[in-house]
């Protein structure tokens, strides 16, 4: 009767430890993209439980789907006139397509380093 139950409690660790590779959750505030081999397969946007194949072959990418807000640092802009003036800008932004984020940017620190240049050279071109 002992043996039978460090057997039962061994297959229900194995039991929880396998579904913990093939069930993930998603939360109300995120997005995911399924990966398969590391290729995007499908936007996972509504939050719960899905299932899918273990690590190796399918992975989960998940994205704040809330609204981001970026602070470049201030920055030294010299007008149509020559006149030197200190601008601080804030950008917000939200995540719409997270395929497409994840295929072009990567992750946050790759979507504020591209909106950080376009900042900087938008704010030039209508300052100047």
Do not use: N
């Not at 149509?80 to 497409?100: G, H, N, Q």
């Not at 940017?105 to 950080?116: H, N, T």
Request: hydrophobic fraction near 45%; proline fraction near 5%.
């Amino acid at each position: 009767m002992h043996a039978r139950g460090i057997i039962i409690v061994v297959v229900l660790g194995v039991a929880v430890a396998a579904s913990s590779l093939v069930f993930y959750a998603i939360d109300e505030t995120e997005v995911g993209v399924l990966t398969q081999f590391g290729r995007p397969i499908a936007a996972v946007t509504t939050s719960g439980l899905h299932a899918k194949w273990p690590d190796p072959v399918q992975t989960i990418k998940r994205f704040d789907r809330r609204l981001q807000v970026y602070t470049p640092p201030e920055k030294e802009y010299l007008t149509s006139d020559k006149k030197a003036i200190r601008v601080e800008s804030y950008i917000t932004w939200r995540l719409v397509d997270p395929t497409r984020f994840l295929v072009s940017v990567g992750d946050k620190g790759g979507a504020v380093m591209r909106l950080a240049d376009i900042v900087t050279s938008e704010l030039a071109a209508a300052l100047g």
